[in-house]
């Protein structure tokens, strides 16, 4: 038995029950702005500790002629790596984790 398609025009739009700024405001500490990265971009700590260990293995260290996605991908992560932001996050991660 098949679903009963809903017009596009006729689907409800649900309202968002979350206001992100009101969010943001009350959660200071949940994104952080990077300060190397173009575009006032927010991150979450442990997505910017993530971003430094990743910019740190030894199979990124090299920036060849590879496809444009692995180049750009590369290229994104060059900042990331002597950023002290990102390794003062790794190394607080680090030692959650032990």
């Keep these: ?42 991150l979450m700590p442990a997505a910017c500790a ?3 260990r990743t910019a740190n293995e030894p199979r990124w260290a090299v920036i060849g002629a590879e496809p444009f996605h692995l180049f750009v991908f590369k290229m994104n992560l060059v900042p ?3 950023c002290q932001i990102g390794a003062r996050l790794a190394a607080q991660q680090q030692e959650r984790a032990a």
């Design 1 to 42: 038995m098949r679903r009963a398609r809903t017009a596009r025009n006729k689907a409800r739009n649900f309202p968002s029950s979350l206001d992100v700024q009101d969010w943001l405001q009350s959660h200071p500490e949940a994104l952080i702005s990077c300060p190397h990265q173009p575009g006032n971009l927010k």
């Design 50 to 52: 993530k971003r430094h």
């Design 80 to 82: 990331c790596r002597t």
